[in-house]
């Protein structure tokens, strides 16, 4: 089993007063990840399954002095799938405010349900973390770097979770992510808001996937789909906050000449995109190969920033004449300017960005040059 680089992150966070919120998708690893946390730590532990209506009926009691003596003797208190509990943000504040010395830890499969319900009461309480599929970086630490060269073309087209490295048949491997995105992913946003029409949330994310990688608008996409523009938003938005999708906004210092408004839409997990479209294809029959290694490469770099619970912001950059840049990396105020490409070739620093950020490092990202990029 591979360890989580996240592991020792909260680890050494965990302190009294504060709560660790872990987000991701489901079947990313979460409840392996606490467990981990559990595992090193060296005091008494208390494990509750949200979903488990008696952890509910638990917490129902909403005084200091019922969960004193419901939580005596515990150091570590982990709730997976916490947003399950109602009001559990009120229940978790009243917890570290009020029971001494305790130390906790919550996760949750949709940051809409469990931040609505955290956000406000545990200001100043919590640290936020999202763990994401298998990590280059944590491939790393069980195979060398030769092997993860070699499998490139299986993590772009199957992507990685965790559960892929159990499953020895592409054809088991196909099986498997194609449940996942109709059944488990979808479930989360389709019980949120009252959506009730799971067709067209479908096939806007099917839209968005062909698209990726693309500069998206959401007049076309809500004409394709008899959907208003406002709808097309929300569902975005909420395909976001259940981890299946995110947005790439454009960087621009300079609005007259840089697009600024504009975003790119990409898919956490390559597995999962190929999934939405039915295609698992080889690479070599593929028209896509450019799209599914930038996602790959962003989505890793955005990966290494979340297991270090870094602070970095993403953009792409484009002028009105067509110049662009795949990936700004923005951190503590500092630019980093990358180009993909999935052949050989090395791509000059287009020139308006060079005249207009002559101090921003540019670095063309290859085959041959990708571990660093994914591992420093």
């Known amino acids: ?27 990313v690893g979460k409840t392996v990840l606490i467990r981990q946390v559990s595992e090193k730590y060296a005091g008494k532990t208390l494990f509750l399954n949200g979903e488990d209506a008696s952890t509910e009926v638990m917490f129902r009691e909403r005084t200091a002095a019922h969960y004193r003596q419901l939580l005596s003797g515990v150091d570590l208190l982990i709730i997976d799938e916490a947003q399950n509990i109602p009001e559990i943000g009120k229940i978790l ?12 830890i919550a996760s949750g ?51 990685n979770y965790p559960e892929l490295l159990s499953i020895k048949s592409f054809e088991q491997k196909q099986m498997y992510l194609s449940e996942l995105a109709q059944s488990y992913l979808l479930k989360d946003i389709l019980t949120l808001d009252g959506i009730k029409n799971s067709s067209k949330m479908y096939n806007l994310l099917r839209l968005v996937a062909f698209q ?9 996409l809500g004409k394709h789909l008899s959907l208003s523009r406002n709808t097309v938003e929300k569902y975005l938005d909420l395909l976001a906050k259940t981890f299946v999708i995110y947005r790439l906004p454009a960087y621009s210092r300079n609005p007259r000449k840089e697009v600024s408004k504009a975003g790119k839409w990409y898919f956490y997990d390559n597995g999962i995109r190929n999934a939405v479209i039915g295609d698992f294809r080889p690479l070599a029959i593929r028209q896509d190969v450019g799209a599914l290694w930038e996602s790959y490469m962003i989505s890793e770099r955005m990966k290494l920033n979340d297991n270090r619970h870094g602070t970095s912001m993403y ?35 287009p020139s308006s960005f060079k005249d207009n950020y002559p101090d921003v490092p540019f670095t063309s990202v290859n085959k041959s040059n990708f571990i660093d990029f994914v591992t420093k």
């Open 1 to 27: 089993m591979i360890e989580r680089r996240l592991t020792n992150v909260i680890s050494s966070l965990l302190t009294n007063q504060k709560v660790m919120l872990v987000y991701g998708a489901r079947r």
């Open 93 to 104: 504040k009243l917890i570290v405010d009020d029971v001494e010395n305790i130390q906790v």
């Open 109 to 159: 499969s949709s940051s809409f349900d469990l931040r609505n319900q955290t956000g406000e009461p545990l200001v100043g309480r919590s640290y936020t973390f999202h763990l994401s599929p298998l990590s280059a970086e944590e491939w790393l630490t069980q195979i060398p770097a030769a092997q993860l060269y070699m499998d490139l073309e299986e993590r772009l087209v199957y992507g």
């Open 212 to 220: 990726m990688g693309s500069e998206v608008s959401y007049d076309e």
């Open 315 to 349: 953009y792409f950059w484009r002028t009105y004449n067509g110049q662009e840049i795949d990936l700004i990396e923005e951190r503590n105020g500092e630019l980093k300017a990358f180009e993909f490409k999935w052949g050989d070739k090395k791509p000059k620093c």
